[in-house]
């Protein structure tokens, strides 16, 4: 039986966590409960319990501070912690300490419960054998050990050394190198095979990467989580250090093809540099993990060198980025402003939580700049914000705002009509600040400019002219109603060529000239 310690302030959260459980059938007793910190560390060194369940926030000793001083005592006691949904930070300063899981107080079922406790066990298992000192030591026991030493700075580097040398990894000590694969949208591909809990992905994708480590020869396995895989090879056939990187770098690629060809997704991969001696794991990990802290200025399924991502400056994506955002989301004064600023942003900080932070604040730039009610407002931006949380790198976001861009700008029905007239529409709604001739309209979409005409008219029923001045008398009541902007200002943001040609056709098409328009609407208000 592995012995249990509850740790919760909330005496009805104990006592629904112990009864909640089938503990016996887990293989569990809970053998005591504490109501803050410092009671639990005092059964802690008295019972030495195997799984520790811990609130974070205890009065007398908080849950931050019983981790740190189990931690400083041994590596095995299993901890999962209890938490808030406002926690999360601290949740992941924690994980950072070798807790194996967390669970929210406030959504856990017992089914939750168990799943976590059954991956507890399974990690306690592994820790059992380990302490064997006969027979063969199994694979999970080794990837335990492994990853205990690239996550934890405070081991005794002898005792490491003994250990790693203890599981008779299948490679050398010469010539390693390592990589760390992340598996790109991985919610997207659990979607696509109905796989609620990942487990069945996880599993297909170990099991083609071990395959083809088996094949490659001297190389271990290592799943990090589900999205996340580590691989360390051995290259001591190689005599040149340059030959041994580029055989490991195709071998990557190789896995990159394999997995889109099964999966259809895309994997970005990480690799370190080449290194002696089971020491420098910790190093290696470290150089793939910045190697992929860049991922976010990529467009996924790329491989990223140490060797290479070190000198890397990631300004030139940035400003990439920033073109784009101006040329695909019409070309004016607006979005121009809207890149001008992202590239400041980037410039003083220069990091990937800027750039998120920038486009997210874009989203109710452009939908406050729509005519529309707060409400809708409001779930608009909470839909393309919540998009952009998903987001894993720079184009994505880009993607989500052209979507939004399009949602605002172009008639929702004109989805559903011809591809050529939506495209017209399309490129209507981005560059109706713009003088357009028909012309420029037609090489766009490359067909003839009487084509356009006729094909345009037969799937609207309106003439290409008369749909761009409408489509740009809309966009001027929309400012007629949100700003207070001059009829001369509207006009120039709108594509008229002066105030005296928009005033004489918005009273054309409306009946109304915009200075009566504007006092009509706000009069009926009142």
């Known amino acids: 039986m592995y012995r249990v310690l509850i740790a919760e302030d909330e005496v009805f959260v104990r006592l629904g966590i112990k009864m909640s459980v089938e503990w016996e059938k887990m293989g569990m007793q809970v053998i005591a409960d504490a109501a803050n910190g410092q009671q639990a560390w005092d059964i802690y060194e008295k019972e030495h319990p195997d799984i520790i369940l811990t609130d974070i926030k205890m009065p007398v000793m908080d849950g931050m501070a019983l981790i740190r001083r189990i931690r400083e005592r041994d590596k095995e006691t299993r901890i999962v ?13 924690a994980i950072s300490m070798g807790v194996s899981d967390y669970i929210l107080k406030l959504t856990m079922t017992p089914e939750d419960m168990e799943k976590i406790l059954q991956k507890v066990r399974t990690e306690l298992e592994a820790i059992r054998g380990s302490r064997k000192e006969q027979g063969e030591v199994s694979a999970e026991e080794k990837k335990r050990v492994l990853l205990d030493f690239i996550y934890y700075d405070s081991y005794d580097m002898e005792n490491v050394k003994r250990r ?3 599981l008779a990894l299948p490679f050398e000590k010469k010539n390693l190198l390592m990589a760390v694969l992340e598996v790109d949208n991985y919610g997207k591909l659990q979607s696509r095979f109905k796989d609620e809990y990942g487990l069945l992905v996880s599993s297909a994708i170990s099991n083609v990467l071990n395959e083809l480590i088996g094949e490659y020869g001297n190389g271990f396995l290592v799943e990090e989580k589900e999205t996340s895989y580590i691989i360390i090879a051995e290259h001591g056939k190689y005599t040149q250090k340059a030959e041994a990187e580029r055989a490991f770098a195709q071998f990557l690629t190789k896995i990159q093809k394999t997995l889109r060809l099964y999966f259809q997704t895309s994997v970005t991969i990480g690799c ?30 790329e491989l990223l060198l140490y060797s290479t991502e070190r000198k890397r400056d990631h300004l030139a994506a940035v400003k990439e980025a920033m073109e784009k955002l ?6 004016q004064e607006r979005i121009q402003a809207y890149a001008e600023t992202g590239l400041e942003m980037y410039l003083k900080s220069s990091d990937q939580e800027s750039m ?29 914000v919540q998009r952009m949380d998903r987001a894993e790198n720079l184009d ?4 989500i705002f052209h979507d939004l861009h399009y949602e605002l700008y172009v008639d929702p029905d004109t989805r559903k009509m011809n591809k050529t007239v939506a495209s017209i529409m399309q490129y209507i709604s981005t560059h109706y600040v713009e003088n357009m001739p028909l012309e420029q309209i037609a090489e766009e979409v490359e067909l003839s400019p009487n084509y356009i005409c006729s094909l345009f008219k037969k799937e609207t029923g309106i003439n290409l002219y008369q749909y761009i001045m409408e489509f740009r008398i809309n966009r001027a009541k929309e400012l007629l109603l949100s700003t207070n902007l001059k009829s001369y200002e509207i006009a120039a943001k709108t594509g008229f060529a002066d105030e005296s040609y928009f005033s004489r056709s918005f009273k054309k098409v409306t009946g109304q000239s915009p200075v009566e328009f504007r006092r009509s609407v706000f009069h009926k208000e009142e």
């Open 81 to 93: 912690i209890l938490s808030c949904l406002e926690e999360f930070q601290l949740v992941r300063e």
């Open 164 to 166: 790693l040398e203890r």
């Open 272 to 301: 370190s540099q080449m290194f002696d001696g089971y020491e420098s794991l910790r190093t290696m990990y470290r150089q793939c993990r910045f190697c992929l802290s860049g991922k976010f200025f990529h467009s996924g399924g």
């Open 326 to 331: 101006y040329e695909e989301n019409g070309r």
């Open 356 to 384: 998120a932070r920038f486009f997210k604040n874009l989203v109710g730039e452009e939908v406050n700049h729509m005519a529309m009610e707060k409400q809708k407002q409001f779930d608009l931006s909470g839909e393309y």
């Open 396 to 399: 994505q976001l880009l993607e």
